[in-house]
């Protein structure tokens, strides 16, 4: 059987307990557009992108996802659709044409933004909004590492790892090649460096960043026995069908 390398399911990817996704931290951007309706123009009309993500639409940008208009235009518009005065289909890809062309400036603008933050952090890391914003985060994800760290010690109490539908023991040499010998808590420099590379580039909305692919990190929580037969429960389909494999290399025994 093939050495399969669990991913980072074993990290605690979660969104920011702040619900920092439902604040955006750069204020939204507004367009102002004159939209071409075929038989007609609608002039400045207002978008905005990076304010309304409603779960329930999720989409591409190309697709309108991210964007939203001004409500006046919106009954403007269906006002001139109930005349006749503009095909529903028309003002569909109008409107659309619209979102696409202004997408791109936009996400320019944040990564502007993005590289402005990061050359004023390293400047003065201790003023820096973002650290700051995210320091209680970053600080419970190295509580989780303290934790997974303590368990990777304790091998007879947690055997197990479950990442990447595969189950393996902690010994194995197929997980034990992206794991640390040794591990501590970054301090000092180090912190501020860690804290940096975490707040600047994690991404809001599932908690990944650099750090998970870090092998310096424990990477996964190891299990003792019920946790782990609790996960292949989950991971079990309800006819039964497995939804995990059980590592042919170290071949766990449960
Ligand atoms: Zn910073
Ligand atoms: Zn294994």
């Given at each position: 059987m093939a050495d399969v390398v669990p991913d980072d399911d074993g990290w605690p990817s979660e969104a920011d307990p702040a619900a920092e996704g439902a604040e955006p931290l750069w204020p939204a951007a507004v367009a102002v557009v004159d939209v071409d309706f075929g038989s007609g123009w609608m002039d400045g009309v207002e978008f905005d992108y990076g304010r309304l993500r409603p779960p329930a639409r999720e989409r591409s940008p190309y697709q309108g996802g991210g964007f939203s208009i001004e409500l006046p235009a919106v009954l403007d518009l269906l006002e001139l659709i109930a005349k006749g005065q503009v095909n529903p289909r028309t003002a569909r890809e109008a409107l659309r044409d619209a979102a696409e062309g202004i997408y791109l400036p936009f996400t320019n603008m944040q990564f502007e933004?993005?590289?402005?933050?990061?050359?004023?952090?390293?400047?003065?890391?201790?003023?820096?909004?973002?650290?700051?914003?995210?320091?209680?985060?970053?600080?419970?994800?190295?509580d989780a590492k303290d934790d997974w760290w303590e368990r990777y010690n304790q091998p007879e109490v947690y055997p197990f790892i479950a990442g990447s539908g595969t189950v393996h023991t902690v010994a194995c040499s197929v997980t034990r090649r992206v794991l640390p010998n040794q591990?501590?808590?970054?301090?000092?420099?180090?912190?501020?460096?860690?804290?940096r590379r975490y707040a600047h580039c994690v991404d809001a909305s599932s908690g990944r960043s650099p750090l998970d692919h870090d092998s310096r990190y424990p990477r996964?929580?190891?299990?003792?026995?019920?946790?782990?037969?609790?996960?292949?429960?989950?991971?079990t389909g309800p006819k039964g069908g497995r939804l995990y494999k059980l590592c042919g290399h170290c071949e766990p025994a449960l």
């Open positions: 933004h993005d590289r402005n933050m990061m050359a004023r952090c390293e400047r003065d890391q201790v003023s820096c909004p973002l650290c700051e914003r995210r320091r209680g985060w970053f600080e419970g994800l190295l591990y501590e808590r970054p301090s000092g420099d180090d912190y501020g460096l860690e804290l996964w929580k190891p299990l003792n026995a019920p946790e782990t037969r609790a996960w292949m429960e989950a991971n």
